[in-house]
């Protein structure tokens, strides 16, 4: 079983920063790619970037230039650095993992519970 874990969120003025953590446990074989994800109330959930275990990274056109997304491997952790934000960057934030299972080699998908982020104007 494997656990994924968020922190970092809170509440910020427009144009300040903030980051998020996520720290995978649980037993498994691998990580491959890492994402975050945000979810306005009412809307789907949506890509805001993510890395592959190489570090190869993609960003959603609305963050890019001011978020950064990194990994550490052997912390199996991810972080997003969120700067310049802006209200519209307001919602609930989410890790997700791709995880191969150390029992049947299949990738399966988790997330984190999610943490909210609100950016007053």
């Known amino acids: 079983q494997v656990q994924l874990v968020e922190s970092g969120g809170g509440l910020v003025q427009a144009g300040g920063s903030l980051r998020l953590s996520c720290a995978a446990s649980?037993?498994?074989?691998?990580?491959?790619?890492l994402g975050w994800y945000r979810q306005y109330p009412g809307k789907e959930r949506e890509l805001v970037a993510d890395?592959?275990?190489?570090?190869?990274?993609y960003y959603a056109e609305s963050v890019k230039g001011r978020f950064t997304i990194s990994r550490d491997n052997a912390k199996n952790t991810v972080n997003l650095q969120m700067n310049n934000l802006k209200p519209e960057d307001t919602a609930v934030y989410y890790c997700?993992?791709?995880?191969?299972?150390?029992?049947?080699?299949?990738?399966?998908?988790?997330w984190g519970q999610g943490t909210q982020v609100t950016v007053s104007s």
């Open positions: 997700n993992a791709a995880i191969i299972s150390g029992m049947d080699f299949t990738t399966r998908y988790y």
């Open positions: 649980g037993s498994f074989f691998r990580i491959n790619v």
């Open positions: 890395i592959t275990r190489g570090g190869s990274t």
